[in-house]
């Protein structure tokens, strides 16, 4: 493995030390052995799409998680004919998605987009299995972390759609009160 401090004959650095740089601000990535990370980064890829592009779609089989380095995507989610817009993700929040393809197999749930011109550093299910196999005890924690993140983004997700929802959508589908065998108290 390159050192990640090594810098190349243009005087920028090298792919691992930027890819160490971003993943030690990922939650998942926070609190783990440096080596363990320096291996994350030396097993990821940098991927380019230009606006307009397809970065993964719904329906086919999960890879990869992909951290957005630069750029914005749009995730979203087609219902019969129509492609519902379930949220919009910036490299300015340290925002990523597919973490739940580390993890395990399924086919993507959704689709996403480079809203603009986009760079991704990406990490394979194959890449992320070596590492927790070479580091066994992290694996529980480091579960607990992927999880934790698709909740958050589940919930930023429920979010902004409620949050644009028109008030007469909004309003149909607001209860009218608590069912009774709730304590409203």
Known sequence: MNSPREVNQDGSTSHVEDALTILRRLPVFKNISLEMVKLY???????????????????????RLRLIVHGEVSITHTVGDREILLQKLSADSLNCFGELALITEFDW???????SDVSILSISRESFGKVIERYPE??????????????????????????????????????????KNIDQS
């Open 41 to 63: 980064a030396y097993l990821s890829y940098k991927e380019e799409y230009k606006k307009g592009d397809i970065i993964l779609q719904q329906g086919t089989p999960s890879d």
């Open 109 to 115: 749930f959704f689709s996403a987009y480079a809203w």
């Open 138 to 179: 992290t694996f529980i924690d480091t579960i607990a972390e992927i999880v934790k993140l698709r909740i958050d983004r589940f919930t930023h997700q429920t979010d902004y759609l409620i949050d644009h929802l028109e008030k007469k959508a909004l309003d149909r589908l607001a209860m009218k009160s608590l069912p």
